[in-house]
């Protein structure tokens, strides 16, 4: 679940993949999926969670202010959650759109009598035009973990990150304002991350054999796509009984 285009200035920004069919079954590949309560492999259910492949429901009508326009999303535990993962909760999600900047806002409410773990991820997919001349800034100095490398740790030395092959990266502890994509959407455009809450940034590109192992993924779609995924996920966040924890990313064109 997620916005699936993300139209600032009438172009489209994010990515959705041809072959993405939604089904309730499978995460659609495009747009910016919800990861939670778990990210990558959960042992408990499918990969990064059940939020990202469950119908939520319109929390509120959409309202247009001052020249934005803002609705809020929500998804509550059933019995196929708590199958899964036996807690009560409310997700919303707010997606707040200016003229130059989208916000989105997920609160994890606890509406159970315990307290609750989690990790949590805006798995941020960006349409490029060529993933060549993508170029991420504001990662200098940051401690990642290389899962392509099977999870070992190093130091990112480059102050421009650029993807040229199977790239699974989680940079740790971001400075909030710091990060930048550029050369996304028509090839000029650059996007400024605003984070709050939202610790960690993945860096995801599959390039060409992983993606062409991928039923849901055209074999040169790696081209046009990068995903560059705000989250909590290096350590769990805990939603005490009865209150609420909340993350928001803003996506700024600059
Ligand atoms: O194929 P999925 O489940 O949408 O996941 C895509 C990728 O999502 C990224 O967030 C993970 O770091 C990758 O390991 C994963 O492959």
């Known amino acids: 679940m997620g916005p699936q285009s993300y139209p600032g200035k009438s172009k489209t920004r994010t990515f959705s993949f041809k072959k993405s069919v939604f ?3 499978k995460a659609i590949r495009g747009g910016i999926p919800l990861v939670f309560p778990c990210f990558g492999p959960w042992e408990n259910g499918p990969q990064h969670g059940f939020a ?5 429901k319109k929390e509120s009508e959409a309202e247009r202010v001052n020249g934005r326009i803002s609705i809020s999303f929500s998804l509550e535990d059933d019995d196929e959650t708590r199958k899964m993962w036996n807690y009560r909760f409310k997700l919303v999600y707010t997606v707040d759109l200016g003229e130059n900047d989208l916000k989105l ?14 990790t949590t991820l805006m798995h941020t997919y960006f349409r490029c035009k060529n993933i060549d001349d993508v ?9 990642f973990t290389d899962k392509v490398a099977g999870g070992t740790e190093a130091k990112e030395e480059r102050t421009t990150v650029l993807v040229d092959q199977n790239y699974d990266r989680v940079y740790m502890n971001c400075d909030p304002g710091k990060i930048k994509v550029d050369c996304v959407g028509n090839g000029k455009t650059s996007v400024a991350l605003s984070l709050s809450n939202l610790t960690d940034v993945v860096v995801w590109n599959p390039w060409q054999e992983k993606a062409k192992a991928m039923s849901d993924f055209d074999d040169e779609e790696y081209k046009t796509m990068i995903c560059v995924e705000a989250g909590c996920v290096s350590r769990t966040a805990t939603a005490p009984a009865g209150g609420s924890v909340s993350f928001t990313q803003t996506l700024r064109l600059c």
Request: avoid cysteine; glycine fraction near 6%.
């Open 105 to 118: 806002t997920l609160t994890i409410n606890n509406t159970d009598s315990k307290p609750f773990d989690f």
């Open 135 to 143: 170029r991420i800034q504001g990662l200098e100095g940051l401690q």
């Open 23 to 25: 089904d309730n079954k």
């Open 52 to 56: 990202r492949i469950k119908r939520w």
